[in-house]
């Protein structure tokens, strides 16, 4: 008999723990919905307002062999739209990537790092970001590409933009989501005066 009830008690302990986590998970789900039923957030905007870029130069390798590099800095203006009445949010992790094409397999040409921010309601922030490309490694394709944009006075690439973002209301935080929003193709004008003709670009962003 002790015996028996041991395992009986162990098996009441055992489903008590269950239906917690059952529960709990159940609870987590319902905050969430009550969340966005009663907050309804509006989709974020992005968009690169202005793009410039300087110091370009490409170095092709040697007979072609691999090894050509990419040389530039680009100036980029990121409009980060919130139409949000009640929701606030913040940013972290966030990161601007130059990438030459479309496409996962596009070559990287730059990255730069932005820091952390808050973005209040109902607000438009303007990020300024300068992602270096110093010595950037490119293929061989890539460089003769790059060389005939340069003679044509353009380039065209692919600006991604990823962070980690936090939705805010009142004192309440909700969990961490996932933010990428892709713009392309952002078409820069290399003389020094084309930047008083950029034309801005709308990106897609998807959260997650």
């Known amino acids: 008999m002790p015996a028996t009830t041991g395992s009986a008690r162990r098996v009441a302990v055992l489903r008590c723990i269950v239906a917690a986590l059952v529960v709990t998970v159940l609870l987590a789900g319902l905050v969430v919905l009550v969340f966005w039923l009663v907050v309804r957030p509006k989709p974020i905007e992005y968009s690169v307002a202005r793009a410039a870029v300087r110091h370009f130069n490409v170095t092709a390798s040697p007979g072609g062999g691999g090894g050509a590099t990419l040389n530039a800095s680009f100036y980029l203006t990121l409009a980060a739209d919130n139409p949000n009445r009640r929701v606030s949010m913040r940013y972290k992790s966030v990161a601007v990537y130059v990438h030459y094409g479309a496409g996962e397999v596009a070559p990287q040409l730059a990255v730069a790092d932005v820091p952390d921010f808050h973005q209040p309601s109902r607000n438009e922030t303007r ?15 890539t460089a003769r590409e790059l060389e005939h944009d340069r003679s044509d006075g353009e380039v065209g690439v692919e600006v991604r933009v990823t962070a980690i973002v936090h939705f805010l209301v009142g004192g309440v935080k909700s969990r961490h989501y996932n933010m990428r929003a892709v713009c392309s193709p952002v078409v820069i004008g290399l003389s020094p005066s084309s930047a008083h003709s950029f034309r801005g670009v709308p990106c897609d962003v998807a959260i997650s």
Not at 127 to 141: G, I, K, Q
């Open 127 to 141: 990020l300024e970001v300068r992602a270096v490309a110093r010595s950037a490694p490119v293929p061989d394709w």
